[in-house]
């Protein structure tokens, strides 16, 4: 009996806490090991995803996504730049064309390069459309695989150094934890590796950004921000926080005007080497960005969690008004809900503020802008992830109903399955954050845990009810509809909690400073 | 053990994710015996034709499959149709038969539990890992698809029965390990002496020979369960030639790396020299290359190496190890022993496939937990068969 006890006594001492049990066996090496560990299964559960099915499979005539990314490949290596953009025989708009900015097309060449190389039947002009074949699926897989690789992981172990370098009471547990929050994003993984697309470049070029403002390297941090924006125009949902952080950094300066006059010099400059094609003529330029901002498919498409898709219910947006004057709504709408953030950053720059800012400019993007698809909702989850260790309830949450308001179209991929391991995978992951007995949650009132398990409990009805029950004839998108309804009251909420959690950070701003004056 | 369900979390949903990768033949063998099991009277398991995939592992093993086919009806029935369910590769049949790989892995988490148990918190995190999170076992059972998973977890389990000095147990379950694949017998020798030296020997005459019979008794009990309804129909002749096909050839199709590798190369090797020299040497009439093909001497030089031979290699190859543990049987060293015999085996068998180094490397993992230069060692062997 006594050696049992022993043992137990034993036992009890040299076990760590439970959540940091977890990484124990690793961190006790250092960080490098766990970069390179959690990195590398990253690679695996995304090449695991990779398996399964795409956007479009086996769906003629127009397939998906998948094809969308192939026919891209297919246009710009068999035509020269300045008919990526042209609607003509050889490049038929309508099906599939091109409807992002030139960095796409730069990159959908060099994949192109790499798929003639191996496989020239599946990117030869007119005759690989709709090509679906085992090798093809393989190599298009490689190329988000590579890009993810290149890309996206080089910006996070960046963006992780600046974070924690210097920073006090920093864990290594901490650090292990905010990796794996940041490379096993199920969200994202389901969209880049599964859906079939490449946000990982555009996020990886942002998260870049975000780690060069951190470094104090503005100039660098805005041509990695023009590269992003430049890559998918859905960056500009950062653009007033980067504009107003900025903006607000150079008031501080020395010589604010000279400030501006170099970050606007790298801005042009960027702008000016990738659309270098379409430079020649402002009938080019045009050309180009009327493709990037489809105005005519209307203030929204299928079922979307923001403002104008909710409140369809009540008011027709569509038909009660025009397009133009509709525009010009959701501009005011959207403009006015992201102005207190820019106010606050220009006021009062701060890494933390940015990134809260970040988070606010992009949710009311998504909630008010023209035209959002579903996928959009990986914008606000970066930043969110970026925060994650100091507002971890708030990533947990955001994540739950972006993949939620997802469910859908990826259930129409046939991605069920990884929708459900990656989502218990995040679940493992989270549950390993150290200290996490001391989360906000447990310290809250017994009424808001009761709101909580009521929201929870209605998501998980609704995905099993989405699955098994018939919707009745009359509204055959009944269940679409009241998942986006429960997605959107939340991300109002959302919403509303980090635009207060970004004013309060001003105040203890003001505080510590007066009393600096004081002192 | 509520730590050990993160590890067990992680590495399902990653089993769950390879659901839709490739899948060799042995999926379609399987699948098979699920319909052979469920359609054909016991009587008819091992002679029947239908499919070239004819069972060749002893009868727990069959029924087993017998028991997971009650299951297989509720997805889709024709999964377990004789006839109108070869080479059937549907998405139902392929859940279905991942997913039982998947389940039955919990036997392999189990016995690592068991052995974890009274270790320091880094050794067991360690173990776990390097068991439940095995690479090479995710390749071969929730790829290739094979049951090495389940089949491991019996002989770790047994391994944990000895460790703990629970003989009995640990004879019994590695009875039953042997009764689902006759492969394991490699380290029967290890486990005849240990048991006998550690269990019977040295507790006077009377008591050691009542352990002995104890033993004995329920080994023969195992056996009887298994191969009893078999001896009964007369079978056991053919159960007996299915389950060891030695018309198969010394190597396998894709040569496993082991000694009779370097016996092949270096008959070529002479061959080659001597031809050069002048003597005049009859070219083989086999080839080794060509894979199953019959018992023709594929050697030019050197001398036929039959079965016999083979299983003598390995009993010398063993004896180092028998010795030890006939003088020195210690508790802690039973997995480094049985360890050594699986990798006995697979340098020194007949028709062994690369698949067989699993089961020395999960067995050593436990070893390498031990000390640094084991871990270094099993490092090394890890990687080399990867």
Redesign the interface.
């Known amino acids: 009996m006594e050696k049992k006890k022993k043992r137990k006594v034993e036992a009890a001492d040299a076990m760590p806490k439970s959540s940091e049990a977890n990484w124990q066996w690793l961190v006790h090496r250092g960080t490098r090991p766990v970069f390179l560990v959690v990195s590398l299964f990253g690679l695996l559960i995304r090449a695991a995803v990779s398996l399964h099915s795409y956007s479009g499979a086996g769906n003629p005539p127009k397939f998906g996504d998948f094809e969308a990314q192939r026919h891209w490949m297919e246009i710009t290596l068999n035509l020269p730049p300045k008919d990526w953009y042209t609607n003509s025989t050889s490049n038929d708009l309508s099906y599939w064309g091109l409807d992002y900015p030139p960095l796409t097309a730069y990159q959908s060449y060099f994949h192109g390069l790499f798929l003639r190389f191996f496989d020239p039947d599946s990117v030869a002009l007119f005759t690989s459309r709709g090509y679906e074949t085992y090798l093809g699926k393989l190599l298009m897989r490689w190329t988000v695989l590579s890009s993810d690789a290149l890309v996206f992981f080089p910006a996070v172990f960046y963006f992780l150094y600046v974070y924690y370098y210097g920073r006090k009471g920093r864990n290594t547990c901490d650090i292990a934890w905010h990796i794996a929050m940041l490379l096993i994003n199920p969200a994202m993984i389901l969209i880049d590796h599964g859906h079939f697309q490449y946000n990982c470049i555009s996020l990886g070029f942002t998260v870049g950004a975000v780690a060069a403002i951190f470094s104090h390297k503005d100039l660098v941090a805005s041509a990695l921000f023009c590269l992003a924006l430049n890559h998918k125009q859905m960056s500009a949902y950062y653009a007033p926080a980067f504009f107003a952080h900025l903006l607000g950094k150079c008031l501080r300066r020395r010589n604010p005007i000279l400030e501006v006059y170099k970050l606007g010099l790298v801005v042009l400059g960027t702008f000016a080497i990738v659309w270098w094609p379409y430079l020649h003529s402002s009938d080019a330029i045009l050309r180009v960005v009327s493709r990037l901002a489809p105005f005519e498919r209307g203030i929204y498409e299928d079922y979307v969690a923001n403002f104008w898709c909710a409140s369809s219910i009540l008011i027709k947006w569509k038909r009660l008004f025009m397009t133009q004057s509709l525009k010009l709504l959701s501009l005011i709408a959207t403009v006015s809900t992201f102005l207190p953030s820019m106010i606050q950053q220009i006021r009062a720059p701060s890494g933390k503020g940015f990134l809260y800012s970040m988070l606010n400019t992009s949710l009311s993007f998504y909630l008010f802008s023209f035209q959002v698809h579903e996928k959009s909702i990986l914008l606000p989850l970066l930043p969110a992830s970026l925060l994650a260790r100091d507002e971890p309830f708030l990533y947990k949450w955001l994540t739950h109903f972006a993949l939620l308001s997802m469910f859908p179209l990826l259930h129409r991929d046939g991605l069920t399955l990884p929708y459900i391991v990656l989502y218990a995978l995040f679940i493992l992951f989270f549950n390993t954050m150290p200290g996490s007995k001391d989360l906000e949650v447990g310290k809250s009132s017994a009424a808001f845990r009761y709101l909580i398990g009521v929201a929870l409990l209605c998501s998980f009805s609704l995905h099993i009810v989405y699955l098994t029950v018939t919707p009745p004839k009359k509204y055959p998108f009944l269940f679409e509809a009241m998942m986006m309804m429960l997605c959107f009251v939340q991300f109002v909420l959302l919403a509303i909690y980090s635009n207060w959690k970004q004013w309060r950070l001003s105040e203890d701003f003001t505080k510590s400073s007066k009393e600096k004056k004081l002192l | 053990m509520?730590?050990l369900w993160?590890y067990i979390?992680?590495a399902t949903?990653?089993k769950?994710?390879?659901?839709?990768?490739y899948h060799s033949t042995d999926f379609e063998v399987h699948r098979h015996w699920l319909a052979l099991t469920r359609s054909l009277p016991l009587s008819q398991w091992y002679s029947d034709k239908t499919s070239p995939w004819t069972l060749d592992y002893p009868p727990f093993f069959a029924f087993f499959e017998r028991f997971l086919s009650l299951f297989a009806p509720l997805v889709d029935p024709k999964i377990v149709h004789l006839h109108d369910g070869l080479n059937y590769t549907a998405p139902t049949a392929v859940y279905f038969q991942r997913a039982t790989v998947i389940v039955s892995d919990f036997c392999l988490f189990y016995a690592v539990h068991r052995l974890g148990r009274?270790l320091?918190?880094?050794a067991r995190?360690?173990i776990w890992?390097l068991v439940a999170w095995s690479p090479m076992l995710v390749i071969v059972d929730h790829m290739h698809f094979q049951y090495n998973g389940f089949l491991l977890g019996l002989l770790l389990l047994s391994i944990s029965f000895l460790m703990e000095g629970r003989d009995l147990a640990g004879g019994f379950v590695f009875a039953i390990l042997l009764c689902f694949k006759h492969l394991f017998a490699v380290a029967a020798p290890v486990y005849f002496v240990y048991l006998l030296r550690h269990y019977c020997w040295g507790r006077g005459i009377v008591r050691g020979f009542w352990q002995l019979f104890v033993m004995g008794t329920a080994v023969l009990a195992v056996f009887a369960a298994a191969y009893g309804p078999f001896v009964y129909q007369g079978q056991i002749q053919l159960v007996l030639r299915q389950m060891f096909p030695f018309g198969r050839g010394l190597c396998h199709a894709y040569w496993a790396p082991n000694f009779w590798v370097f016996y092949i190369l270096l008959d070529k090797v002479l061959a080659f020299m001597l031809r050069k020299l002048g003597f005049s040497i009859e070219a083989p009439m086999a080839s080794f290359t060509g894979g199953l093909v019959g018992d023709m001497s594929p050697f030019a030089v050197l001398p036929l190496v039959t079965p016999l031979t083979t299983f003598v290699m390995v009993l010398l190859a063993l004896s180092p190890c028998l010795i030890r543990a006939w003088n020195k049987p210690q508790r802690k060293s039973i997995s480094r022993w049985v360890a050594y015999a699986y990798t006995c085996g697979f340098l020194f068998g007949w028709h062994v496939h690369e698949k067989a180094s699993l089961h020395f490397v999960i067995p050593f993992a436990i070893v390498a937990v031990q000390s640094l230069e084991d871990a270094k060692h099993y490092f090394l062997l890890s990687i080399g068969i990867l």
């Open positions: 509520s730590q993160w979390g992680i949903c990653v769950l994710l390879l659901i839709p990768s009274n320091g918190p880094m995190n360690l890992i």
